[in-house]
C-alpha cells in the first residue's frame, strides 16, 4: 500500500517527495517531507508520509521541493568544505587529530549534526578507513551545479560564481582555478 501511494502521488505530480534525513531517523518517523504538485496528488500521499515524518511541508508546483532541498543542502555543503579546512588549518600545526576533532565538535563551531559526522572524519584521519558515508563527492558536486543553475534562474549569484570571477579577475581561468572535485 505504501509503494502504490508513493507511486501514485509522483506520477500524478511529475515529481516524487523528498525525505531527507538517515535510516534512524527514518525508523523512528523523524523525517522532514518536502512535497510538490498538484493538491489532489499531495493529498492522496499525505497520510503516508505524515507517518514517515516530523514534518511534512507541501511547498506548491512540481519543483519546489527540489528547490527547498537544495536550499537546505546549500550551507551544508559549505558547512563540510570548512570543516575540512578546519581540520586541516589544526593537524597540520600539529594538534592531534583525535583532540582536534573533540574540540571542534565541543565548540560553537559546529552544527548539531558535527556530533555524530565528525568523529568518522577522525577515524579516517588516524586509520584511513573512510568507513561508511552518506554523501559521495560526486553526488556533491551534482547538488553544487544544480544550486549554481538554481541560483541563477532567480538571479542570485553562487559563492562559486563569485570565485570563478575573482580567480578571472586575478589572472586565473576557471580552468585553473583551484576546485574540489
Not at 583525535?98 to 559526522?117: E, F, P
Request: glycine fraction near 12%.
Amino acid at each position: 500500500m505504501v509503494v502504490y501511494i508513493c507511486l501514485d502521488y509522483s506520477r500524478n505530480a511529475k515529481a516524487g517527495p523528498h525525505i531527507g534525513g538517515t535510516i534512524g531517523p527514518a525508523k523512528a518517523g523523524l523525517l522532514l517531507g518536502l512535497a510538490a504538485g498538484t493538491d489532489v496528488a499531495f493529498a492522496a500521499a499525505e497520510p503516508v508520509m505524515r507517518d514517515l515524518t516530523r514534518r511534512l511541508e507541501h511547498l506548491g508546483p512540481v519543483g519546489r521541493g527540489a528547490a527547498m532541498k537544495l536550499a537546505i543542502n546549500l550551507p551544508l555543503m559549505v558547512y563540510w568544505g570548512a570543516v575540512g579546512e578546519a581540520i586541516a588549518l589544526a593537524v597540520g600545526n600539529g594538534v592531534d587529530p583525535a583532540l582536534a576533532t573533540d574540540i571542534l565538535v565541543d565548540s560553537s563551531g559546529a552544527i548539531g549534526a558535527a556530533k555524530k559526522r565528525v568523529p568518522p572524519i577522525h577515524d579516517f584521519l588516524t586509520t584511513g578507513n573512510p568507513g561508511a558515508t552518506s554523501l559521495n563527492l560526486q553526488n556533491g558536486i551534482k547538488d553544487m551545479k544544480l544550486m549554481e543553475a538554481a541560483l541563477s534562474l532567480v538571479g542570485a549569484v553562487s559563492v562559486h560564481g563569485v570565485a570563478i570571477a575573482f580567480s578571472d579577475y586575478v589572472g586565473y581561468s576557471e580552468e585553473k582555478a583551484p576546485r574540489v572535485y
